[in-house]
């Protein structure tokens, strides 16, 4: 069977917008996206064992992480819209398909975020009472082995859409009567564990960008013993997370891409590919800088670097995802038909939900900047 046969038909509506506006939305969304998204997915599981094993630093900083996870899991989640909504769209005839394969695990991650967003509300719930009882622990633990579990399927459905070869053996292979019984998963792509490894080393460094930012720009109101630790537990994380996303990175380029995908990321998006790679690099000598204390300015720093590491990641990551395609599929080439309402209307409400978030974090900074009030 022809691989191809089974990619989806082209829209006869056409594509709303040229394919340049929706990728840089797709991948701006997806970098908005990542910043609370590695936050779950490795940062509950850092908080969760430092309160188990760590000291009175470790704890606290636990503490503030889980405090604030409600808010950050919010956040990505509506982040995650816009990338979704546009891989929906500019990606739809090879999107639909993988995960109709996959349907009942797809699925599942609806019922999966329900049950980790409520454990970490309870989890909060438990510290702001005073109190974690036996519930609220195992709460946050489940929460934490979901989150991971959810990255490890979103790997599996868009390692699958890519991996347009494998679509007729696995159809084949779960089919009922015909039908797909979408209980298929991308088990045989080489690129699945090395791509969601290399997610969640890069998560580990994000982490430990926040827990400096936080004490840098947050965390006045706590002691300076406090900041100083943080500043040193923050580089010590964020040099495993780099080593960790070094070595799952090399396995996933030098080992699972195809020659045509080796060959553009290693020519003509040489500088790109060499900028994802080494750009951690200078987060860490930022967090170097703040081994002793984290300072405003340099915390402030070290959070936009990071955040620059991400988006050279999230570019990257598109351009590979064309140059897997291009050989079934060249998604620049549809034809366009601007929708220019929904097309306006998106884009206002877009930037003023940005402007709302930014507004939300302006005055979060200044509640932390007010000393505590007086007791007594």
Known sequence: MDPSSLIGPPSPLGYPAPYWFMAGLKVLGFVLHMIPMNLWFAGILVALLLRRWGGEHARRLSDRLMSQMPILIALGINFGIVPLLFTQVAYHRVFYPATILMGWFWFSIVGLLVVAYYGVYLYAVGLRAGRLRPLHVAAGWTAAVLFVVMGFVFSHAFTLMVNVEAWPEIWQRTAVAGAPAGTALNTGDPQVLPRWLMVFGLALTTTAAYAVADAGLFAVRETGAYRRWTGRFGLALYTVGMVWFAAAGSWYAFGTWIPEVRALMFGPF????????????LVWLLI?????????????????AQIAVLALNGASRQVVQNAELRRFLDVTAGRVEVQWSPLVLFVVLFVAGL????????????AAQKPAPARG
């Not at 040489?270 to 690099?281: D, N, Q, R, W, Y």
């Not at 170097?288 to 936009?304: D, K, Y």
């Open 270 to 281: 040489a500088v790109l590919t060499a900028l994802t790679a080494l750009s951690p690099g």
């Open 355 to 366: 402007a709302v978030v930014g507004w939300m974090v302006v005055h979060a900074l200044r």
């Open 288 to 304: 170097v800088a703040q081994r002793r204390g984290a300072t405003p300015s340099m915390a402030l720093l070290a959070a936009a």
